[in-house]
C-alpha cells in the first residue's frame, strides 16, 4: 500500500509558475511509476505527465510539452511537477498517481492522493 500526498496547488497569474509535489509513505513508491493528472470542472480527468520509477523516461501531454517538468526522488519518496507558463487552461485539480505500469491512462494507476487545486487567473 501507497499512501499519496499532493501539495503545492495555489492560485497564480497567467505565465507564472508552480512546483506541485506528492509525498509517498508507505512501502514500494520507489518501485512504481507515477504520473500527474488533472481535471478540470465539468471535464474528465486527463493525464499530464507521467515518469517511470527509475527516473529515466517521461511523458508529457501535448499542451504541457515544454512547459512542465515531471521528477521522482525515490530517496525521499517523493514527487514533483514543475509547472511554468501556465494558462488559464491549466486550472484543475492536480492527482499524483503510481501504478505499476508506465502509462497515460489514468486506469493504470493504483494508487492516488486527493488532488491539490491549481487555479490560473488574473
Known amino acids: 500500500q501507497v499512501q499519496l500526498v499532493e501539495s503545492g496547488g495555489d492560485l497564480v497569474q497567467p505565465g507564472g509558475s508552480l512546483r506541485l509535489s506528492c509525498a509517498a509513505s508507505?512501502?514500494?513508491?520507489?518501485?512504481?511509476?507515477m504520473g500527474w493528472f488533472r481535471q478540470a470542472p465539468g471535464k474528465e480527468r486527463e493525464f499530464v505527465a507521467a515518469?517511470?520509477?527509475?527516473?529515466?523516461?517521461?511523458k508529457y501531454a501535448d499542451s504541457v510539452q515544454g512547459r512542465f517538468t515531471i521528477s521522482k526522488d525515490n530517496a525521499n519518496n517523493v514527487g514533483n511537477l514543475q509547472m511554468s507558463s501556465l494558462k488559464p487552461e491549466d486550472t484543475g485539480r492536480y492527482y499524483c498517481?503510481?501504478?505499476?505500469?508506465?502509462?497515460?491512462?489514468?486506469?493504470?494507476?493504483?494508487?492516488w492522493g486527493q488532488g491539490t487545486q491549481v487555479t490560473v487567473s488574473s
Open positions: 498517481a503510481t501504478g505499476v505500469k508506465f502509462s497515460t491512462d489514468y486506469d493504470a494507476y493504483n494508487y
Open positions: 508507505g512501502h514500494g513508491f520507489s518501485l512504481y511509476h
Open positions: 515518469i517511470t520509477w527509475t527516473g529515466e523516461s517521461t
